[in-house]
């Protein structure tokens, strides 16, 4: 079956960076765009931003220029280098596909506070 394993977050100051990864295993990797999400507390998940095998990442407006998402194909892994890191973006973080989505994974937490 799918399996998502996220990893990565912790504590960091405000403007700080942190680099998370989803190893997943169950299906064909390298066949599908991969998104990061994030769910804040009391607030619904939302997309942070989509890496296919070919293009450059898409990415949500509040973290555009901060964020970077990168894949390895060979290691099945998905990666958010997230700088700049703003007490806003304390979060859940999650990847899954783009739709209809897998089961999620435990998510990683990101805690952005001095």
């Known amino acids: 079956q799918v399996q998502l394993v996220e990893s990565g977050g912790g504590l960091v100051q405000p403007g700080g960076s942190l680099r998370l990864s989803c190893t997943a295993s169950?299906?064909?990797?390298?066949?599908?765009?991969m998104s990061w999400y994030r769910q804040a507390p009391g607030k619904e998940r939302e997309w942070v931003a989509t890496?296919?095998?070919?293009?450059?990442?898409n990415y949500a407006d509040s973290v555009k220029g901060r964020f970077t998402i990168s894949r390895d194909n060979v290691k099945n892994t998905v990666y958010l280098q997230m700088n700049s890191l703003k007490p806003e973006d304390t979060a859940v973080y999650y990847c899954n596909r783009v739709s209809a989505y897998w089961a999620w994974g435990q998510g990683t937490q990101v805690t952005v506070s001095s």
């Open positions: 890496k296919t095998n070919t293009a450059v990442g």
């Open positions: 169950g299906f064909s990797f390298s066949g599908y765009a």
